[in-house]
């Protein structure tokens, strides 16, 4: 893609919203030999929606974000791309079809640049030939006003992004994707390793994506931060969906219940209390 310019009016996505939704799961299975990471899984992604997938470490999420993001295949169940059915053949293919995923450990070089992050693998060029070079003007000064769009404001785009915090780097990830043309933005746990103020910054910015017409994918453990920003919510537990609710059928209290395992967490709470009483 070196030397490419962005889609027209790729800041901002104006993806129709007639009901269709941009990636949808239709009891979706995955097996890796006779072990089975997912199965009968369900979700929707549409335009201007969070949609939040919520489970405990081994619950799937991680096979989930590789359908979705074309690094693996699925065994069963139906996989549909703007109401299209299909088979992501890689990552590359689901970039092409609008889909990017921003992993939680962040593929950036700390050392460079945050301008030369944010155009890593995409660098525009001018000249012809042998004269042939880096257009780093452009790249500068289009990355601070696609940070600045997105509500960013850094001191300085030439500082190494290695220095920046996680919150702060996790949003330059979410605005390059928003600039490249994503019209589905797949984020692995960006909140997982931050404390209370970052994380609030990072949920800021998903909502901001959410504004800017994406529909984006929310993994996360945590409920609270789901419930804050997410319209749509699956339940994940040992690879298969235990709910699925839209924000208006259900409370924050009732979403950490169920996610925090519900009848099996009162039946632990009897048990301690009859230890207890022992």
């Known amino acids: ?97 609008g889909i990017a995923t921003v992993y ?14 944010f155009f890593l693998g995409s660098e525009p060029t001018k000249g012809t030939g042998p004269l042939r070079r880096l257009d780093v003007a452009r790249m500068r000064e289009t990355t601070r006003a696609e940070l600045l769009r997105m509500g960013i ?11 920046l915090s996680g919150g702060e780097r996790q949003c330059v990830a979410i605005a390059r994707a928003v600039y490249f043309g994503a019209k589905v933005l797949v984020l692995d746990e960006p909140t997982a390793a931050l404390g209370v103020k970052q994380s609030g910054v990072v949920l800021k910015y998903v909502a901001a994506a959410r504004d800017a017409g994406l529909g984006v994918v929310l993994i996360t453990h945590n409920p609270h931060h789901a419930y804050l920003v997410g319209d749509r919510f699956v339940l994940l537990k040992r690879g298969t969906m235990t709910a699925s609710h839209t924000k208006d059928a259900v409370t924050l209290d009732e979403l950490t219940r169920q996610m925090a395992g519900g009848s099996e967490l009162e039946d632990l709470r009897h048990e301690l209390e009859r230890a207890h009483a022992t």
């Open 104 to 117: 939680q450990d962040l593929a950036v070089v700390p050392l460079m640049p945050v301008w030369r992050n």
């Open 153 to 163: 404001d850094l001191r300085d785009v030439d500082q190494p992004i290695g220095t």
């Open 1 to 97: 893609m070196t030397g490419t310019t962005p889609p027209a009016g790729s800041t901002a996505v104006t993806a129709a919203n007639d009901g269709t939704a941009l990636v949808e799961l239709d009891a979706v299975s995955k097996y890796y030999g006779n072990i089975r990471a997912l199965e009968g899984v369900s979700l929707e992604v549409h335009p201007g929606e969070i949609t939040c997938v919520l489970g405990d470490n081994g619950a799937g999420k991680s096979t989930l974000i590789k359908i979705i993001s074309g690094l693996h295949g699925h065994d069963g169940g139906t996989l549909r791309i703007d109401g299209e059915e299909t088979a992501l053949a890689s990552p590359r293919d689901a970039l092409d079809r």
